[in-house]
C-alpha cells in the first residue's frame, strides 16, 4: 500500500515536473515569437521601395533609410576584413601550435573574458584608442576597429573548434606525404574545417552588425547628408538610428523605426538562423 | 665543364624560401595567438590611464560612496553609489525574470525532449540572441514600460523593473543555453544508474543531474548576471536615467552603462568629467572580469570533473 503510493506520488511528481519546465520552455518559445511576431507587424507596412532608396528625412519623421543600411554594411564589412583573418590565425595558433601550459591557459582565459567585457566598454576603449590616440577621428574604421576587438573572440572560438574536429589522420596523411605543418594546414585542414569557421564568424559578424555601444563614440552620427566615401567618413547605422530616433526625435514616426528595427532583425537573424542550421545540416552530414 | 644544376640543388632552394615563408607566416600565427592577451590588457590600460585625473582628484573612495551623481554642477559631484545601485536593482530583476524560466527551459530541453524540440529550441534561443539590444529597447518602450505604468499605476513606465524585465528576457539565451551544455555535458552513466535504481525521470533529474551539473548552471547564472549588468541601450531606454538613489524597482533609475552612453557625448575630452566616466567604465570593467573569471574557473572545473 504504501510502495503503492509512493510510487504514486513519484508518477505526480514526475507528470508535475514535466509540465512546469515544459511551460517555461513555451513561455521561452512564446516570448521569441512574440519579439519576431511584434518586429514583423509593426515594421513591415513600411517596407516598400522608397523606404529601402530614398535618405531620411525631416530627421527621420519621413523619407527612407538608405545612407543608414549602407552605412552598416560599410562597418559590418569593414569588421568582417579585419575580424576574420586576425581570428582564424589566432584559431590556428590555439589548435595547432600552442604549447599546452600556463601561457595558453591564460590566453583562453582572456578570450573567454574578452567575451564578457561589456559593449559600452569597448566604446570607451575604441575612443581612447582608435579615434583619439591612433587618430582616426570618428569614423568607420575606428568603429570598424572597435567591433573586431568585440567579435574577435567569437572567430577565434569558432575556428578553434572547427579545427579541433578534423581528426588527427588527416593531418598525419598530410604529414606523411611530405608536407610541413603550415601546409598541412593551409591544404587539409583549413578547408575541411571551412564551415565550421564561416558559419561561427557569421553569427559573430550578424551580431556586430546589431550593436550600439561600441559605435556611439566612435562613428556613428544621426544624421548624414551623403553616403560614406572612405573608411575614413562618419556613418549612418540601422541599431545607432533606432535608438537616436526614440530618444531625440519627438514625434518620431512608429511606423519608419519599426521598419527600421525589422530591418536590422531581418539581416541579423536571418543570416545567423541559416548559418545555424546549416551548422547543425553539416554536422549530422560529415562523420569521421 | 659546366654541369646543369643537380635536381637535388634547386630543390634544396625551393625548399629554403618556402622555410623562411613559412617562418614569417607561423611568426603571424603566434602573435595573433597572444592577441587576446594584449587586447584585454590593452583595455585596462586605456581604461586606467585615462581614470588617472579622476582618481587623483575626485578619489576612488569618494567616488564608490558618494551617494550623489551631479557631473555637470560646480564643482562636480561624483558620487558612483547611485549609479551602482542601479545597476544592481536592474539586474536583480533580470536574474528573477531569467533564472528560474531558462534554468527550467534548459532543464526541459535536455531531459525531457526528443531530438526534433530540441533543434527548434535551440533555433529559437539563437534568434534570441541574435536579436539587438536596441531592438529589445525598442520593444521595451512600445510594450513593457506602458504595461508597468498601468500595472502598478505610476505616473511613468520607466522603472528599474521595465529595464529589469527586458534585461531578463535577453538574458535568457546566455541562461539556457549554458545551463543546457551543463546538464547535457552530465554523463549517461549516472542518468542509467541512477534508472537503474528505479528512480523516475524527473527524480534522476533533481537528485543526480541537476546536482552533478550545479557548478555549470551556477556558471551560466554568473555569465547571465554578467551579461546583465555590461547591458546598456535596452537599459538606457527603459530606465528613465534618474541618478538618485533608488529605494524601490518601481522608480527611475540611472545604471552604469548607461551613465557612459548618455554622457560621453557631452563632455569635454581630457575633462574630469570625462576621466569620471572612464573610471565608471573602470569599475564595469572590473565587476565584469570577476564575474566572469569566476564563472570561467567553475566551468573548467566542472569541464575536468567529467573528462575521461
Redesign the interface.
Known amino acids: 500500500m504504501n510502495r503503492m503510493s509512493r510510487t504514486r506520488r513519484a508518477r505526480s511528481a514526475e507528470a508535475i515536473a514535466r509540465v512546469l519546465t515544459g511551460i517555461a520552455a513555451l513561455a521561452v518559445v512564446a516570448v521569441a515569437l512574440f519579439v519576431l511576431g511584434y518586429i514583423v507587424y509593426n515594421g513591415i507596412a513600411a517596407i516598400d521601395l522608397t523606404f529601402l532608396t530614398d535618405v531620411p528625412r525631416d530627421r527621420g519623421r519621413e523619407g527612407g533609410i538608405l545612407p543608414v543600411i549602407v552605412g552598416t554594411l560599410w562597418v559590418t564589412i569593414a569588421t568582417a576584413a579585419l575580424t576574420l583573418p586576425v581570428g582564424v590565425l589566432a584559431g590556428i595558433y590555439l589548435s595547432e601550435y600552442a604549447p599546452r601550459n600556463l601561457a595558453t591557459r591564460a590566453i583562453r582565459l582572456a578570450i573567454t573574458n574578452m567575451a564578457g567585457v561589456p559593449s559600452i566598454v569597448y566604446g570607451l576603449f575604441g575612443l581612447a584608442a582608435f579615434v583619439l590616440l591612433a587618430g582616426f577621428g570618428r569614423s568607420i574604421i575606428a568603429s570598424a576597429l572597435t567591433l573586431t576587438c568585440m567579435t574577435l573572440p567569437v572567430v577565434i572560438t569558432a575556428t578553434e573548434e572547427a579545427l579541433r574536429q578534423i581528426p588527427q589522420d588527416l593531418r598525419q596523411a598530410s604529414l606523411a606525404l611530405g608536407a610541413t605543418r603550415l601546409r598541412t594546414i593551409y591544404k587539409v585542414v583549413l578547408p575541411a574545417a571551412a564551415p565550421g569557421i564561416i558559419t561561427g564568424s557569421i553569427l559573430g559578424l550578424a551580431r556586430a552588425a546589431g550593436e550600439t555601444a561600441p559605435i556611439l563614440f566612435t562613428g556613428a552620427v544621426f544624421q548624414m547628408r551623403r553616403l560614406p566615401e572612405d573608411l575614413s567618413s562618419q556613418f549612418m547605422s540601422l541599431p545607432y538610428h533606432i535608438y537616436a530616433q526614440v530618444t531625440s526625435v519627438p514625434g518620431w514616426n512608429r511606423t519608419l523605426v519599426w521598419g527600421t528595427a525589422l530591418v536590422l532583425v531581418a539581416g541579423v537573424s536571418v543570416v545567423s538562423v541559416i548559418a545555424a542550421l546549416w551548422r547543425s545540416a553539416q554536422r549530422r552530414r560529415v562523420k569521421w | 665543364m659546366s654541369l646543369p644544376p643537380s635536381h637535388g640543388q634547386r630543390r634544396l632552394g625551393r625548399t629554403t624560401t618556402?622555410r623562411a615563408a613559412?617562418g614569417v607566416?607561423?611568426a603571424?600565427?603566434?602573435v595573433?595567438?597572444?592577441?587576446?592577451?594584449i587586447?584585454?590588457a590593452?583595455?585596462a590600460l586605456?581604461?586606467i590611464?585615462?581614470s588617472v585625473r579622476a582618481l587623483s582628484e575626485a578619489g576612488l573612495g569618494s567616488m564608490l560612496s558618494g551617494t550623489a551623481w551631479y557631473p555637470t554642477s560646480s564643482p562636480g559631484k561624483f558620487g558612483m553609489l547611485p549609479l551602482i545601485l542601479g545597476s544592481l536593482f536592474v539586474t536583480g530583476v533580470a536574474l528573477v525574470v531569467a533564472v528560474?524560466?531558462?534554468v527550467?527551459?534548459a532543464?526541459?530541453?535536455s531531459?525531457?525532449?526528443g531530438t526534433g524540440v530540441k533543434?527548434v529550441?535551440?533555433?529559437?534561443?539563437?534568434?534570441?540572441?541574435?536579436?539587438?539590444?536596441?531592438?529589445?529597447?525598442?520593444?521595451g518602450?512600445?510594450?513593457v514600460i506602458p504595461l508597468v505604468k498601468d500595472v502598478f499605476a505610476l505616473n511613468s513606465g520607466m522603472t528599474a523593473l521595465a529595464g529589469g524585465i527586458v534585461l531578463g528576457?535577453m538574458s535568457?539565451p546566455t541562461v539556457?543555453s549554458i545551463s543546457e551544455d551543463a546538464l547535457h555535458a552530465v554523463p549517461f552513466d549516472l542518468r542509467q544508474g541512477s534508472a537503474a535504481l528505479g528512480n523516475?525521470?524527473?527524480?534522476t533529474?533533481?537528485k543526480v543531474t541537476i546536482p552533478a551539473a550545479s557548478s555549470g548552471i551556477f556558471a551560466a547564472i554568473m555569465?547571465g548576471l554578467?551579461?546583465a549588468?555590461?547591458?546598456?541601450?535596452a537599459v538606457?531606454?527603459l530606465t528613465g536615467n534618474a541618478a538618485i538613489m533608488p529605494t524601490s524597482v518601481l522608480e527611475s533609475v540611472r545604471t552604469m552603462?548607461g551613465t557612459?552612453?548618455a554622457e560621453?557625448?557631452e563632455v569635454v575630452?581630457g575633462g574630469l568629467h570625462y576621466s569620471v566616466?572612464?573610471s565608471v567604465?573602470l569599475v564595469?570593467?572590473v565587476i565584469?572580469?570577476a564575474?566572469?573569471?569566476a564563472a570561467?574557473l567553475v566551468l573548467e572545473r566542472q569541464r575536468k570533473r567529467w573528462r575521461r
Open positions: 618556402r613559412e607566416v607561423r603571424i600565427i603566434y595573433c595567438g597572444w592577441l587576446a592577451i587586447i584585454l590593452a583595455i586605456f581604461l590611464w585615462n528560474p524560466l531558462g527550467a527551459a532543464v526541459f530541453i531531459e525531457f525532449s533543434d529550441m535551440k533555433s529559437i534561443i539563437e534568434f534570441m540572441a541574435a536579436v539587438p539590444s536596441v531592438v529589445y529597447g525598442l520593444i518602450v512600445a510594450v528576457v535568457l539556457i523516475t525521470r524527473w527524480q533529474t533533481y555569465l554578467g551579461r549588468i555590461g547591458e546598456t541601450m538606457l531606454m552603462t557612459i552612453a560621453m557625448g575630452q566616466l572612464f567604465g564595469l570593467f565584469t572580469f564575474i566572469n573569471l570561467d
